[in-house]
């Protein structure tokens, strides 16, 4: 994820086999230089996420794509997310 | 269309089963409008997690089985906007049906808290948010963080904000919190739970229901109009709007104000959906109250409280009146319509008119109601 069509460029964080707009090819987009904007403890376990506390990063990609990643140690913002 | 009956259950730790809370709000709703249950042509449901928090589904069905009776029922989810989303459903229905029955029903305590919190986040996205840690309470620190980036500490007004909304749910004897006394220094000094987000930032696990009586025409002079209901989705990921803003809200409000033909300071009174206190202040910039980043004046000058101009929550909110999902947005209503029957005691405020804000997501859906006193 991202999957973005080759003609019309709209783009989903889904895959969803073919652009529902145009009909075109869609081609997955590797998250490359990932930034960190924020960064939050969490303290509460669920059974995906038993152990606590972990961390919960806001991070950018050089598009301006944001996503979550879970990290087991804190970090800081502007930091970079491999 | 007119709501001419409602009826609850109170919010909190119940020691019902979901056929107790169900039948509790049913009944209460069909005497205040002086209805028996032959009176209503069909009922619509809402709940978000029957299905995994007590591995009940097909409520439908068993609420039939309950009161003994065959109309169409139904059952709709949009997770913690399900009694709005049910709510703006059920009205359509009246084209066919005299009167209909809408209830809202959860069960949400007596499970284990990771198995609870496990659940609720099914209702985030798979990928996007729930493989990488994110849960709800996460999503609020992150919009207090990308909040404070832009406009500075926001961290006193939040406090503000869940004070006035225990001092409202001290009035509200149904409340999860009644009868709990909740300082400034209590809410101040909660412990934090994830980022900023301390405990009573966070509205709490409840149980409850509540029901409306829903009519195609007036009954009575107790009946209160429905002026506009309006719905719009958005994003099922936070990670996908990156503001402090959400679409959907500003959607379902501006088509239920172009509607009801009104403005936002008609109404006078808002029921806000305060899941978190930070939900409750970046809604008051959504809604129109104000500019963004100057929510936090008009709480600290007190335009929100009972005694103010715009009292949000005046039942307590979320935040003290408690958070059964599936029963939340009906209880907006519930207290929208009590408020301008002028039965809401103690915590009367002078309104004609309100406005009930519920939200589903960080914001997946969001329904707008509008009421009017004819």
């Given at each position: 994820?991202?999957?973005?069509?080759?003609?019309?460029?709209?783009?989903?964080?889904?895959?969803?086999?073919?652009?529902?707009?145009?009909?075109?090819?869609?081609?997955?987009?590797?998250?490359?230089?990932?930034?960190?904007?924020?960064c939050i403890e969490v303290n509460i376990p669920s059974k995906q996420h038993p152990e606590v506390p972990y961390y919960?990063?806001?991070?950018?990609?050089?598009?301006?794509?944001?996503?979550?990643?879970?990290?087991?140690?804190?970090?800081?913002?502007?930091?970079?997310?491999? | 269309?007119?709501?001419?009956?409602?009826?609850?259950?109170?919010?909190?730790?119940?020691?019902?089963?979901?056929?107790?809370?169900?039948?509790?709000?049913?009944?209460?709703?069909?005497?205040?409008?002086?209805?028996?249950?032959?009176?209503?042509?069909?009922?619509?449901?809402?709940?978000?997690?029957?299905?995994?928090?007590?591995?009940?589904?097909?409520?439908?069905?068993?609420?039939?089985?309950?009161?003994?009776?065959?109309?169409?029922?139904?059952?709709?989810?949009?997770?913690?906007?399900?009694?709005?989303?049910?709510?703006?459903?059920?009205?359509?229905?009246?084209?066919?049906?005299?009167?209909?029955?809408?209830?809202?029903?959860?069960?949400?305590?007596?499970?284990?808290?990771?198995?609870?919190?496990?659940?609720?986040?099914?209702?985030?996205?798979?990928?996007?948010?729930?493989?990488?840690?994110?849960?709800?309470?996460?999503?609020?620190?992150?919009?207090?963080?990308?909040?404070?980036?832009?406009?500075?500490?926001?961290?006193?007004?939040?406090?503000?904000?869940?004070?006035?909304?225990?001092?409202?749910?001290?009035?509200?004897?149904?409340?999860?919190?009644?009868?709990?006394?909740?300082?400034?220094?209590?809410?101040?000094?909660?412990?934090?739970?994830?980022?900023?987000?301390?405990?009573?930032?966070?509205?709490?696990?409840?149980?409850?229901?509540?029901?409306?009586?829903?009519?195609?025409?007036?009954?009575?002079?107790?009946?209160?109009?429905?002026?506009?209901?309006?719905?719009?989705?958005?994003?099922?990921?936070?990670?996908?709007?990156?503001?402090?803003?959400?679409?959907?809200?500003?959607?379902?409000?501006?088509?239920?104000?172009?509607?009801?033909?009104?403005?936002?300071?008609?109404?006078?009174?808002?029921?806000?959906?305060?899941?978190?206190?930070?939900?409750?202040?970046?809604?008051?910039?959504?809604?129109?109250?104000?500019?963004?980043?100057?929510?936090?004046?008009?709480?600290?000058?007190?335009?929100?409280?009972?005694?103010?101009?715009?009292?949000i929550n005046t039942d307590g909110g979320l935040k003290a009146n408690g958070h059964p999902i599936g029963a939340t947005?009906?209880?907006?209503?519930?207290?929208?319509?009590?408020?301008?029957?002028?039965?809401?005691?103690?915590?009367?405020?002078?309104?004609?008119?309100?406005?009930?804000?519920?939200?589903?997501?960080?914001?997946?859906?969001?329904?707008?109601?509008?009421?009017?006193?004819?």
């Amino acid at each position: 994820m991202p999957y973005k069509c080759n003609k019309c460029k709209k783009q989903w964080m889904h895959k969803i086999g073919k652009c529902i707009f145009c009909d075109g090819e869609l081609h997955e987009i590797i998250p490359e230089n990932l930034e960190v904007m924020h960064c939050i403890e969490v303290n509460i376990p669920s059974k995906q996420h038993p152990e606590v506390p972990y961390y919960v990063l806001q991070v950018k990609d050089k598009s301006g794509n944001i996503y979550f990643r879970k990290s087991k140690t804190q970090k800081k913002p502007g930091e970079k997310w491999a | 269309m007119y709501i001419c009956g409602v009826g609850r259950t109170k919010f909190g730790k119940l020691e019902l089963e979901l056929p107790e809370i169900m039948t509790e709000a049913v009944t209460k709703a069909l005497i205040d409008a002086k209805l028996r249950l032959k009176d209503i042509d069909a009922i619509f449901i809402s709940n978000n997690l029957a299905g995994l928090n007590q591995g009940q589904l097909h409520l439908n069905s068993l609420l039939a089985t309950i009161l003994k009776i065959d109309i169409p029922i139904f059952r709709l989810e949009s997770t913690c906007a399900s009694g709005g989303a049910t709510f703006y459903n059920s009205l359509f229905s009246l084209s066919k049906f005299k009167n209909i029955l809408v209830l809202g029903v959860e069960k949400m305590t007596g499970l284990a808290s990771d198995l609870l919190s496990t659940n609720i986040g099914t209702t985030s996205d798979l990928n996007l948010d729930q493989e990488q840690g994110f849960i709800f309470p996460v999503g609020a620190a992150m919009i207090i963080e990308r909040y404070e980036k832009r406009f500075g500490n926001v961290m006193d007004d939040l406090a503000l904000i869940s004070l006035k909304n225990h001092e409202n749910g001290n009035l509200n004897e149904y409340a999860h919190f009644y009868g709990k006394e909740v300082t400034l220094e209590k809410i101040k000094g909660s412990r934090t739970i994830v980022g900023k987000l301390r405990l009573y930032d966070c509205s709490p696990v409840s149980d409850g229901a509540v029901a409306l009586v829903v009519s195609k025409q007036k009954r009575d002079r107790r009946s209160i109009k429905i002026q506009a209901c309006e719905m719009a989705t958005g994003p099922i990921s936070l990670s996908l709007n990156p503001r402090t803003s959400m679409p959907a809200v500003k959607t379902a409000c501006k088509r239920a104000l172009s509607s009801a033909g009104m403005k936002i300071l008609d109404m006078d009174l808002i029921e806000i959906h305060d899941g978190y206190t930070i939900i409750e202040l970046i809604t008051m910039e959504d809604l129109g109250l104000c500019k963004p980043g100057q929510a936090g004046k008009l709480i600290r000058e007190g335009k929100t409280k009972l005694n103010g101009k715009i009292p949000i929550n005046t039942d307590g909110g979320l935040k003290a009146n408690g958070h059964p999902i599936g029963a939340t947005g009906l209880a907006q209503i519930y207290e929208i319509v009590t408020q301008l029957r002028g039965e809401a005691g103690k915590r009367q405020v002078n309104a004609k008119t309100g406005l009930a804000h519920n939200i589903g997501g960080m914001v997946g859906s969001c329904v707008v109601s509008i009421f009017k006193r004819d």
